[in-house]
Nanobody, 124 residues
Framework: QVHLVESGGGSVQTGGSLRLSCAASGRTSSIYTMAWFRQGPGPAREFVTA????????HYINGVLGRFTISRDIAKNTVYLEMNNLKREDTALYYCAADTDGDPIDESDKYDYWGQGTQVTVSS
């Protein structure tokens, strides 16, 4: 089992910045990929970004490329999401997720463990 706890959400104005953290505990040695998803008003969770735990290779959706940066601290078993130049459309509940099998990174149903979510609200 892997337990994930997010933190760092909040309310900011457009153009502002936030840094989300996701601390993993338990069988962290089984983690292959860590990712951030978000859920706005719609029913589906949207893939935002992911990082391969061992190599640090990162992937982003086009809408956040150049504004968001995912990173990880292996010693702390923590993944971060640095969000800059935030836009109103970034408003969502942000979830951290962990995959242990090397599955496709953008498919939410392939992830094995999820955090409880942290709210990000961007207002003008």
């Amino acid at each position: 089992q892997v337990h994930l706890v997010e933190s760092g959400g909040g309310s900011v104005q457009t153009g502002g910045s936030l840094r989300l953290s996701c601390a993993a505990s338990g069988r962290t040695s089984s983690i292959y990929t860590m990712a951030w998803f978000r859920q706005g008003p719609g029913p589906a969770r949207e893939f935002v970004t992911a990082i391969t735990w061992s190599s640090g290779s990162a992937h982003y959706i086009n809408g956040v490329l150049g504004r968001f940066t995912i990173s990880r601290d292996i010693a702390k078993n923590t993944v971060y999401l640095e969000m800059n130049n935030l836009k109103r459309e970034d408003t969502a509940l942000y979830y951290c997720a962990a995959d242990t099998d090397g599955d496709p990174i953008d498919e939410s149903d392939k992830y094995d463990y999820w955090g409880q979510g942290t709210q990000v609200t961007v207002s003008s």
